[in-house]
């Protein structure tokens, strides 16, 4: 449909509508306007509102597995935001204290050791470090922190990651380590072995 505000606002469709009795050479003239308007406009799809997009989800999860020997599983959700992306985990199974919590680049959990997720998500090359550093990973999400039970809940609004483009996490995995991340040692943190990995959800 042509969006009657920009009908008015349009001088080219103004004189269209607004069609001087003046000479025909005039009249041929605006007459070719008003074809514009009648055969090409309402297929430029320019007054279309745009396609939902497969592509771009709003909305994904990670079911998180513990690795052979251990015992951490879990559920991490990523939700699109305007202004960032939200990021929800809930876990149990650790031991109580912090533990390294990352996005790694290959959407892979199938050794034993979570090692075949690669490296933490590094789309821009850059040094690894804290969620609130300006120099991070993309997937440096910091520490996720047990209770004596070993339960662990995680809350973040993130605005480096994000579900489309080039820091996309979708499809990739996200691991959570046996010990801390301290933040600063490169390029992991020391966060010590793999406990629990799960693939983003596309
Ligand atoms: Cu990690
Ligand atoms: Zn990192």
Known sequence: MINPVSILE????????NQPEDTAM????????????????PN???????????ADPKKTQARLAPTIGNT?????????QADGTLIKAEMTGLTQGPHGFHIHEKGDCSSGDGKSAGGHFNPNATAHGG??????????????????????RYERLDTVVSLH??????????????????????????????????????
């Open 10 to 17: 349009d001088p080219l469709q103004n004189d269209c509508i």
């Open 26 to 41: 005039f009249r041929s003239k605006f007459l070719m306007s008003c074809l514009f308007y009648a055969v090409i406009m």
């Open 44 to 54: 430029t799809g320019y007054s279309e509102a745009p396609a939902a997009d497969a």
């Open 72 to 80: 951490a599983s879990g559920t991490v959700t990523f939700t699109q």
């Open 131 to 152: 969620p609130d550093d300006r120099i991070r990973h993309v997937g440096d999400l910091g520490n996720i922190k047990a209770d004596a039970s070993g339960n662990a």
């Open 165 to 202: 483009g080039a820091n996309s996490i979708v499809g990739k995995a996200v691991i959570v380590h046996a010990g801390r991340d301290d933040l600063t040692t490169q390029p992991t943190g020391a966060a010590g072995a793999r406990v629990a990995c799960g693939v983003i959800e596309q």
